[in-house]
């Protein structure tokens, strides 16, 4: 588990690291060549909006808005948040008039 610093979002955009940090995730959950593993090429892109989202846009991209990034602790929920969009992407879940609110918009952490 790797702890991920919110500081890393730059002027209201990802930055390089935060693009890493996902690539190396989906690296982690389908090797190299996502569309050999997958049967489909995965593409990350990331939102600037504050409100905490991420969904499967088409059979091969995938948004995760920065206010996501800002409430994500570590490297393991990250994994989770892509995993859960991948699954989506497989089963064709990525129509956006389809998709209610996600279980995490909205969730405030009782730290």
């Not at 859960?84 to 008039?97: D, P, R």
């Amino acid at each position: 588990m790797r702890h991920l610093d919110p500081v890393k979002l730059q002027h209201g955009r990802a930055s390089l690291e935060w693009q890493r940090v996902t690539r190396a995730i989906l690296h982690k959950l389908a090797g190299d060549d996502t569309r050999a593993f997958l049967g489909f090429p995965v593409n990350i892109s990331f939102s600037n909006s504050p409100k905490p989202f991420a969904h499967a846009t088409s059979s091969s991209e995938m948004t995760i808005s920065l206010g996501l990034l800002e409430i994500v602790e570590d490297s393991d929920e990250l994994a989770f948040i892509v995993a859960h969009e991948i699954g989506h992407m497989a089963l064709g879940h990525t129509s956006l008039k389809n998709h209610g609110p996600t279980a995490l918009q909205g969730t405030k952490r009782n730290d």
